[in-house]
């Protein structure tokens, strides 16, 4: 497994492991309330579970998984896909924390989160090639 994807999956495991913490105590103080402020952890929890772990764990195995063309193992250009790592945790920590921050703070964890998208996809879109060439439909390749 690349490097990369090694800190896809364990940045991915252990918001894992914060969403469900933060789940775990919203659903415990339902059932026994302790402190009312705990579910300013609520967008913390979905925050984590969606995009930390179930958004990252795919990137990491895509990564991994998808097949590289052309004569070596290369993986293309990795920046790109180093820049998607470091803006969805960047992403994630701000969005997760805008409940308590200024309005500003989730639109541009929101932004940090498009843009990893964007870097990610830039990164795999030449991994990506058709199986029958260009433009060529499966009734075509049929005949």
Known sequence: MPRL?????????????LGFSFGGLILFHKGVPFYAEVWRLLPAHIEF?????TAQLAMGVAFWILPRFGGGASRGNEKAAWLAFALINAGVWLVAIG?????????????????????FGAHLWPRIKPVNGFGTSRRESVR
């Open 5 to 17: 994807s090694r800190w896809f999956v364990r940045a991915a495991l252990l918001y894992q492991l």
């Open 49 to 53: 579970m969606l995009f930390g772990w």
């Open 99 to 119: 409940p308590v921050a200024p309005a500003w703070v989730t639109a541009l964890g929101r932004l940090c989160e498009l843009a990893a998208a964007a870097s």
